[in-house]
């Protein structure tokens, strides 16, 4: 069965410290991995995928298939970073598009 | 450039009523899919409609819940009768390739 684990449901950390928000997942086969953000009042949108290995408002991830994880990393945190962060897989062919999310980490970054 | 929308907002209805969720996806994307997230949970994939086929719906809850997508434009998702445990964020996501965009979500309250 396919899982995603964040384990921090909250994390707290101060503008200009670095932040990593850890994810672990199982999944039989070549996943697709990605990060999902949620700002206040607003909805869900995609902040990186794994294959375009892209950096966004300064956050990376890099696939470890050994450790099977997916951490998320920005050097420097702002407060506007502030939101609520899925991880989130999917299969790579059409019938196995959707998506399975993990619970989440609300990121507060403090003045 | 509208993005994909849900309707409504927010439903409050008492235990054993019926409740229509609509989404209208981004247009010309094949692939609409539903999710939901109740109460202190993750974000679940309930199912997932290519045009107007269900592809996969091995994450509706039971025969309470129905979708259709009519003519593979706009979807609707239908709870009848409705139960407390029901209440959550109900979301809806198009998609054309990889990326899934989603809706603001309807929050259903069923009391």
């Known amino acids: 069965a396919q899982r995603v684990t964040q384990p921090e449901k909250l994390l707290s950390v101060f503008k200009g410290a670095p932040v990593e928000l850890k994810c672990n997942y199982s999944y039989s086969g070549s996943p697709e991995l990605f990060w999902y953000v949620q700002y206040s009042r607003q909805r869900l949108q995609l902040l990186l995928r794994h294959i375009s290995r892209e950096s966004i408002k300064g956050f990376t991830a890099d696939l470890n298939k050994g450790e099977t994880s997916f951490h998320l990393k920005k050097p420097f945190a702002q407060e506007e970073d502030s939101a609520m962060y899925y991880c989130?897989?999917?299969?790579?062919?059409?019938?196995?598009?959707?998506?399975?999310f993990g619970s989440g980490t609300q990121l507060t970054v403090l003045p | 450039e509208a993005g994909v929308t849900q309707f409504p907002s927010h439903s409050v209805i008492e235990k054993g009523q019926t409740v229509t969720l609509r989404c209208d996806p981004i247009s010309g994307h094949d692939n609409l899919y539903w999710y939901r997230r109740v109460m202190g949970k993750e974000i679940k994939f309930l199912l997932h409609f290519v045009k107007e086929s269900k592809q996969d719906e091995s994450g509706m809850p039971n025969n309470r819940f129905l979708a259709e997508r009519t003519g593979g434009t706009y979807s609707t998702l239908k709870v009848q009768p409705a139960e407390l445990e029901d209440s959550g964020v109900y979301f809806c996501?198009?998609?054309?390739?990889?990326?899934?965009?989603f809706g603001p979500g309807t929050r259903l309250t069923v009391t």
């Open positions: 996501a198009s998609s054309g390739g990889a990326e899934q965009y």
């Open positions: 989130a897989l999917s299969g790579l062919s059409g019938s196995a598009r959707q998506l399975t």
